[in-house]
């Protein structure tokens, strides 16, 4: 009995040959650069973690490339959410995407950039089904509008909510209270 | 008669249409206020769609009006059943930012209370869970152990829904006196509760018939769907966050990552239970390396003084105002931290603008992601079944809402 628990123990050490923190993000960058040169220098590294910063037409070529990519192999979309930047400031909006690898167990920030004026993104739900809800509340809080999205609604606010409430110009407590009748 | 509302007027419907109904949001087993437009044929769910937000409050937006000592106590009811887990995951993203090093004996305590809590929400899940298919007793059963991780909570925090026992750089206070031999008595007594968990429903045929083969969701899918936690493990997929990427010290405890071939109801089940078991094993590691210590980080720009050196000198004094009144910088950036929460990955995205309120705050709330997934879970079963599936997902509508 115990030297079955030993051999399961050993074959998940094996399974698991880079547990994230020992991995120091350098070598993912350099594999980033080098299974996507067209990236540049845009790679950025802070805080232990990577951060790519993507034209928003490369955005769905780039997902799909990294899903099942050699050695990336980001076939997780842990987690996908927007950011106002504030009113003033040009791109205003950034949508951030957070692959994140069940194999190999790393982690990367993609970040597309909008503007104000042009908030529109290609969706992201036909790679990863998960992004669909993400890319409501997205949509619900912030308006960015996430173009080919099979159910575009409102998720977390009433349907006939007016405004973005996650938008810095929003005010905190809303513009008028809100009657449910 | 013509002047009834066209909803009201009496159609002949055929029987065999399909149906669509409204189940929640004042539904005992939608486990808060979740609203489900079921499409049905017969008893036979054609199309299931959650309808969620009745719990919403703002909270992403309330982060940023807060400093961030003071958003703690935002994540406290997020997740109600995991409150500690939501604090880890708020202050690692803010400690990340600002570079801080957490003594020894402040992580060791943050693993032994997140375990106990790990606990304390999963019973709540088998209560409710068991609860909702039939079998009340094991729901006594379960509160009854639930109480007495609620009293250790409450005795070394004060709280015991809303500890916000966990700060930016530390804990808020020491563990009273005697608290290891309190923990140490719950801990002996608790395999034979799991126990007696067991003997009540993993043997029993109505429970089995239940929840085998019921709500099968394939490997693939699962991560295709985001699920996380024992959503994700019950599909087979050894993945936990505590062993993928470790924090708090997690690589230097000795646990397994249970998982189950099933991918059905009954598989969640019993991943669940055996984590309880795992968690159990990590309570008494933690147990045995709690060495004494400092608790707090040695930034005295971030971490509140003690009470007695506040008084005492003038620094200290100085800091403490500072913190109160202004709170503290954060160095510009931004971080994702996910954490293994009992339910799942619970990954808080943290922006700072240098200021001393963040710009951005966004979770990731497991049950959100998990929920997402319903209507392929659903889809094919009967509407009783309904019932047992969102049970095995164990949702918590306070963190989908936010």
Not at chain 2, 107 to 124: G, P, T
Not at chain 2, 185 to 197: K, M, N, P, R, V
Not at chain 2, 325 to 334: D, I, M, S, Y
Request: with cysteine; net charge negative.
């Amino acid at each position: 009995m115990s030297n079955g628990v030993e051999n399961k123990q050993g074959a998940e050490e094996q399974a698991e040959p880079t547990p994230s923190n020992a991995v120091t993000p350098s070598p993912l960058v350099t594999a980033l650069q080098h299974a996507y040169p067209e990236w540049g220098g845009e790679v950025t590294e802070a805080f232990g973690e990577v951060t790519v910063v993507v034209p928003r037409e490369k955005i769905v070529e780039i997902c799909r490339f990294l899903k099942t990519a050699p050695g990336l192999e980001f076939n997780f979309l842990s987690d996908l959410c927007g950011a106002d930047r504030g009113p003033e400031e040009e791109p205003r909006f950034e949508v951030n995407y957070h692959l994140f690898s069940t194999t190999r167990h790393h982690r990367l920030r993609l970040k597309v950039l909008l503007n104000d004026n042009d908030t529109h993104v290609p969706t992201v739900s036909f790679i990863w089904r998960t992004a669909n809800w993400h890319e409501r509340e997205t949509f619900d809080l912030l308006g960015v509008i996430f173009d080919g999205h099979p159910d575009l609604r409102r998720i977390l606010l009433p349907d006939d909510w007016q405004g973005h409430a996650l938008r810095k110009d929003f005010p905190l407590r809303g513009y008028e209270p809100y009657s449910l009748t | 008669m013509s002047s009834l509302p066209p909803q009201f007027e009496i159609v002949d419907r055929p029987l065999d249409t399909q149906m669509t109904i409204s189940m929640g949001p004042q539904h005992p087993s939608t486990h808060g206020v979740l609203r489900l437009e079921l499409v049905l044929d017969g008893e036979m769910v054609v199309k299931a769609t959650p309808d969620i937000g009745y719990l919403h409050t703002g909270m992403e937006k309330l982060f940023e009006y807060k400093k961030y000592q003071q958003g703690i106590v935002i994540t406290d009811r997020m997740d109600y059943l995991n409150p500690l887990g939501n604090n880890l995951a708020y202050v690692m993203a803010a400690e990340k930012l600002l570079a801080l090093e957490i003594p020894e004996r402040a992580q060791v305590i943050r693993v032994l209370m997140c375990e106990l809590q790990r606990i304390a929400s999963h019973l709540v899940w088998l209560g409710t869970h068991a609860l909702d298919i039939g079998a009340m007793t094991v729901f006594f059963y379960c509160f009854r152990e639930r109480e007495k991780i609620l009293n250790l909570i409450e005795a070394a925090s004060g709280g015991r829904l809303t500890p916000s026992y966990f700060r930016i750089g530390g804990l808020m206070m020491d563990l009273p006196s005697g608290f290891e031999r309190r923990v140490k008595q719950f801990i002996d007594g608790f395999l034979s509760s799991l126990a007696e968990f067991h003997t009540l429903l993993s043997g029993n045929r109505i429970f089995q018939n239940r929840t085998k083969g019921i709500g099968y969701i394939s490997a693939e899918d699962a991560i295709d769907w985001g699920l996380s936690g024992p959503c994700l493990r019950g599909s087979g997929v050894a993945l936990d966050i505590r062993r993928a990427n470790p924090y708090t010290g997690y690589e230097n405890y000795d646990f397994e990552v249970p998982t189950e071939e099933g991918g059905d109801v009954w598989a969640r089940y019993m991943v669940r239970m055996r984590e309880m078991e795992e968690s159990h094993k990590i309570v008494v590691q933690a147990l045995a390396r709690l060495q004494p210590g400092p608790i707090k980080a040695d930034a005295p720009h971030v971490v509140l003084p003690d009470r007695e050196a506040m008084k005492t000198h003038m620094d200290a004094l100085i800091h403490h105002f500072l913190i109160v009144t202004e709170g503290f910088r954060v160095p510009a950036g931004e971080v994702y931290h996910a954490i293994e929460g009992s339910k799942g990955e619970l990954g808080v995205y943290m922006k700072s603008d240098g200021g001393p309120k963040p710009s951005r705050v966004h979770v990731r709330g497991p049950s959100f992601v998990n929920l997402s997934a319903l209507p392929q879970l659903a889809e094919g079963e009967m509407v009783a079944d309904v019932v047992a599936i969102i049970g095995s997902l164990d949702i918590v509508l306070g963190e989908i809402d936010r």
